[in-house]
């Protein structure tokens, strides 16, 4: 009923800079939080960043003064800026929304995007 297709991944050098978009389809009927996440072989999937619809932002301390999150709420989309990024950095990046679908006004699903790759390294 709703899905993310998150772009912008890649391959940048230590001190680079990355910009992930992530747009938001399907029988939405409003969203909530949106947000991404990162996962690094051999270890969980952590948070990034978190935006409301009200734009109030949550950051993982790692990234914070860094990375950048915002939204587009009449585009159903999220972007994360990635400035001054570290080789710690490296991971498969997901993006995250919690959605009110039209066919169910009453219960809050959380979509998930299929990951996109950025490795940082010289």
């Known amino acids: 009923q709703v899905h993310l297709v998150e772009s912008g991944g890649g391959l940048v050098q230590p001190g680079g800079s990355l910009r992930l978009s992530c747009a938001a389809s399907g029988s939405i009927f409003t969203i909530y939080a949106m947000g991404w996440y990162r996962q690094a072989p051999g270890k969980e999937r952590e948070l990034v960043a978190t935006?409301?619809?009200?734009?109030?932002?949550n950051y993982a301390d790692s990234v914070k003064g860094r990375f950048t999150i915002s939204r587009d709420n009449a585009k159903n989309t999220v972007y994360l800026e990635m400035n001054s990024l570290k080789p710690e950095d490296t991971a498969v990046y997901y993006c995250?929304?919690?959605?009110?679908?039209?066919?169910?006004?009453?219960?809050?699903?959380?979509?998930w995007g299929q990951g996109t790759q950025v490795t940082v390294s010289s």
């Open positions: 935006i409301t619809s009200s734009r109030n932002t």
């Open positions: 995250n929304a919690r959605v009110v679908v039209t066919t169910n006004r009453y219960q809050i699903g959380d979509y």
